[in-house]
C-alpha cells in the first residue's frame, strides 16, 4: 500500500482554537453516522486514540479503524489527529500514515529518541506532536518538542474517556505554553467540558480534546457546537 505524502498542516486545518471530538468516546455501532453529525455541525479535526494495553492499561482503537474511517472524514473536509499512547510509537507511524492519519502524537515518556521519531513522522507526510502524562515535567516536554507542530498537556492520566480534568493542568497548560515557539500549538486533552475549556484556553491551549462531552450526548452535534460556543463566546470577551 503506498503513502500519500501530504502538503498542507496543522496551519491549514485548524482555526484559531479548535475543539476536537475524540472518537475513543463515541458509539461504534454508528461512527460514521456520528462523525458526519458532527462534520455538518462545524468538526473539521478528529482525535482518534489508540493505547496498546502497555504504555496505558486499555487496548483501544488501531489502524483499521482508521483505515474505515479516513475515506469518509478526508472527504467531508476534516482531518484525523492521531494520539498514541503505546510503547515504542515510532514503530506505528508508518501504518498510520497508511491507514489515513494526517497527524501523529507520541508520548515523551514512551519514546528514547524524540528528535528522530518527529523526523521519521515528516518523512511519511504526518504533522507530528509531542505528548506527555501529568507527572512529567513541563520542561521535559518542552525541550523534546523541537520540530514538531504541537505539544498535548494531558489534562487527565492517559487511558480511559471520562475522567476529570485535573485542577494543576492549567498551571501546567501555562508553563508550556511560556516554553514553546508561538507558532508551536498547545493541546490539551482529558476532562474538557464548557468549564474547563474556558479554563485551558484562557491558560494558552488552542487545541481542545473532547471526548465525553461530545459523544455522550443523545444530541452530540448539539453537545460540540455549544462546546464550541462557548470557546468563541471567550475569544470574542
Known amino acids: 500500500m503506498s503513502i500519500t505524502v501530504r502538503l498542507v498542516g496543522w496551519s491549514d486545518w485548524a482555526r484559531t482554537v479548535e475543539v476536537e471530538p475524540s472518537i475513543y468516546a463515541a458509539d461504534f455501532s454508528r461512527l460514521g453516522v456520528q462523525l458526519g453529525a458532527l462534520v455538518e455541525a462545524g468538526a473539521r479535526v478528529f482525535h482518534f486514540d489508540a493505547g496498546d494495553g502497555h504504555f496505558i492499561p486499555e487496548i483501544t482503537i488501531g489502524p483499521v479503524v482508521l483505515t474505515s474511517i479516513s475515506p469518509l472524514v478526508h472527504a467531508w473536509g476534516g482531518v484525523l489527529d492521531c494520539h498514541l ?11 498510520v500514515a497508511q491507514a489515513g492519519g494526517d497527524s501523529v502524537t507520541f508520548h515523551v515518556e514512551a519514546c528514547s529518541d ?6 521519521r513522522a515528516r518523512s511519511l507526510g504526518l504533522g507530528v506532536g509531542i505528548a506527555f502524562s501529568p507527572d512529567t515535567p513541563v520542561e521535559e516536554a518542552a525541550a523534546a518538542a523541537e520540530g514538531a507542530d504541537l505539544v498535548l498537556c494531558m489534562s487527565i492520566h492517559p487511558g480511559y474517556s471520562g475522567q476529570t480534568f ?11 505554553r511560556t516554553l514553546l515557539p508561538e507558532m508551536t500549538r498547545v493541546q490539551v486533552d482529558g476532562g474538557i467540558n464548557a468549564d474547563t475549556a474556558r479554563l485551558a484556553r484562557k491558560a494558552g491551549a488552542d487545541l481542545l480534546v473532547a471526548g465525553s462531552a461530545v459523544f455522550w450526548h443523545d444530541d452530540l452535534a448539539g453537545a460540540y457546537i455549544a462546546l464550541a460556543e462557548s470557546v468563541k463566546e471567550q475569544l470574542r470577551d
Open 85 to 95: 499512547m503505546v510503547e515504542q510509537p515510532e514503530r506505528h507511524f508508518e501504518s
Open 114 to 119: 524524540p528528535a528522530g521519531a518527529i523526523t
Open 166 to 176: 485535573m485542577p494543576e493542568a492549567a498551571s501546567r497548560i501555562a508553563q508550556l
